[in-house]
């Protein structure tokens, strides 16, 4: 995680000594060309303070994922990035440009917070009763109550979150 991290904020120094030119990776919402955008989208933001915004919940959120191993962590962030930039490009209002991982946070949010359940495991079920007593008030984000802040890539990245839970529970053991 703390290389994901870390290649994120080499992409923010690249963009900001660019110009700004790795924005144009956001995704902007129903233009098909915009597609091949919706997983770079994930791994660029606006601004540092954006970054610094997603980096600590990335790190913490997807270390703990990354702890039920590296092959299900991938499968899962793919599909929270790919559920995340197709909700935005779905959704998102006309004229807007979306980016960044916090659909990813969303995701690993949601990920964790009902895998446990999913699994039926009760230590995954306590850290997911925990990353919801630390992380709970993310949940606002998921709610259109702040302008340019996309709600959309974050309930699509919650749901992306649940939805990898489901796909890739692990077999009971009988």
């Known amino acids: 995680m703390a290389g994901w991290v870390a290649l994120l904020w080499m992409l923010e120094a690249i963009d900001a000594a660019s110009g700004h030119a790795l924005d144009t990776f956001g995704i902007t919402p129903r233009e098909v060309g915009e597609l091949r955008d919706v997983v770079p989208a994930a791994f660029v933001h606006f601004g540092f303070d954006h970054l610094a915004a997603n980096s600590v919940p990335l790190l913490v959120l997807g270390f703990i994922a990354a702890l039920s191993g590296m092959r299900r962590f ?6 929270i990035i790919l559920a995340s930039g197709l909700g935005v ?30 699994d039926r495991r009760v230590g995954d079920v306590i850290i997911g009763l925990l990353v919801g007593a630390v992380y ?11 302008d340019g802040v996309s709600w959309q890539g974050h309930l699509f990245g919650l749901l992306g979150g649940v939805a990898a839970a489901f796909a890739f529970r692990r077999p009971r053991a009988t």
Do not use: D, K, N, Q
């Open 74 to 79: 991938l499968a899962v962030a793919t599909v």
């Open 136 to 146: 709970g008030s993310l949940l606002w984000g998921v709610l259109p109550t702040t």
């Open 89 to 118: 490009w779905l959704t998102a209002p006309e004229h807007s440009t979306t980016a960044g991982a916090s659909g990813v946070v969303f995701g690993l949010f949601g990920y964790l917070l009902i895998r446990g359940f999913v």
